[in-house]
């Protein structure tokens, strides 16, 4: 073993530097994380909503272009 004590030091310094990182997370509560599912639902709904309309539109139109 020529490391010596490397080892051990190095193990402490990661747990030290995990501890620091796990305690500076803010945790997020059930009630917020299901409200911001939510509000991130809402808009992709938006969004494809949105889609769905701007692909009507341009179908509609090509059917009229395609009668003329």
């Known amino acids: 073993m ?3 004590n490397q ?3 190095d193990r402490a310094k ?4 995990q501890a620091a990182l796990n305690k500076s997370k803010a945790k997020e ?3 917020s994380l ?3 599912k939510e509000a991130d639902a809402e ?3 938006a969004k494809q909503k949105k ?6 539109a341009e179908a509609a139109g090509n059917a ?3 009668i003329k």
Not at 14 to 17: C, E, F, L, P
Not at 51 to 56: F, G, L, N, V
């Open 14 to 17: 990661a747990a030290k530097k």
């Open 2 to 4: 020529t490391r010596g």
């Open 43 to 45: 808009i992709l709904r």
């Open 51 to 56: 889609r769905d309309e701007e692909k009507a």
């Open 34 to 36: 299901a409200k911001r």
């Open 64 to 66: 009229a272009k395609s």
């Open 29 to 31: 509560s059930n009630t």
């Open 7 to 9: 080892r051990d030091t």
